[in-house]
């Protein structure tokens, strides 16, 4: 499985302190997603970054891809109480007996923002 | 309007019943999605539909039948569940379904299910 491990599984910080989380994928990618879910909710889409970019910025948002180790890391700069929330990423994984892809989700970060 | 839409928001049913979930979006999005998350894991796939014809089934067991009567609406029939399954259902759809371009994937609040 193309499964994502994602590191660390929990994260608890003050706010205003930034959050890093980290997703380690085991196959050749195109793509790769990272995606927010509040409890109990929908996954919203945050950022998506290609395999032929490095680093890509959105707002107090930072991705960066390592294609070569097979990782990227979500940064959330000055941390706010309502990024508190599951955080996944998602590659692409291709499905055998049918020839298509489907995105895989990590097993996700869960982050705490302490007011 | 960039929302999908689920009902309902909760199901409880018995091992014996037959129920449906709804899903709706007018996006006009052409892949639709079934998920199912179980708590403290990852969205697993169960279902996608392209151009209102199913493209996907993940090996899904028979009790769950899915149906797409037109580009906006998704259904997730339920019939005989097993306690296992209760889970968060997540719909989600697509401009198409193009996981390789990395097409952006709108989810719904999700219908919690419990089966006694």
């Known amino acids: 499985s193309q499964q994502g491990e994602e590191d660390p599984q929990a994260l608890s910080i003050q706010e205003g302190e930034n959050a890093t989380m980290n997703c380690s994928y085991k196959t050749s990618i195109n793509n790769l997603q990272w995606y927010r879910q509040n409890s109990g909710r929908g996954l919203v889409h945050l950022i998506l970054i290609r395999s032929n970019e490095r680093e890509k910025h959105s707002g107090r948002l930072r991705v960066t891809l390592d294609t070569s180790k097979k990782s990227s890391s979500l940064l959330i700069t000055a941390s706010r109480a309502a990024d508190t929330a599951s955080y996944f990423c998602?590659?692409?994984?291709?499905?055998?007996?049918?020839?298509?892809?489907?995105?895989?989700f990590g097993t996700g970060t869960r982050l705490t923002i302490i007011p | 309007d960039t929302e999908v839409t689920q009902t309902p928001k909760h199901l409880v049913m018995g091992m014996t019943n037959k129920k449906s979930l709804k899903c709706e979006q007018h996006?006009?999005?052409?892949?639709m999605y079934w998920y199912k998350q179980k708590a403290k894991k990852p969205p697993e796939l169960m279902f996608v539909?392209?151009?209102?014809?199913?493209?996907i089934n993940e090996s899904v067991p028979s009790r769950f039948s899915p149906e797409c009567p037109n580009s906006s609406l998704l259904n997730l029939h339920l019939h005989a569940l097993q306690p296992e399954d209760s889970a968060l259902y997540l719909c989600a759809s697509s401009q198409d379904y193009g996981v390789i371009r990395g097409d952006t994937q709108y989810f719904g609040p999700g219908t919690r299910l419990t089966v006694l």
């Open positions: 998602a590659t692409n994984e291709i499905i055998r007996n049918f020839g298509n892809e489907k995105l895989t």
């Open positions: 539909y392209s151009y209102e014809k199913l493209s």
């Open positions: 996006m006009g999005h052409r892949a």
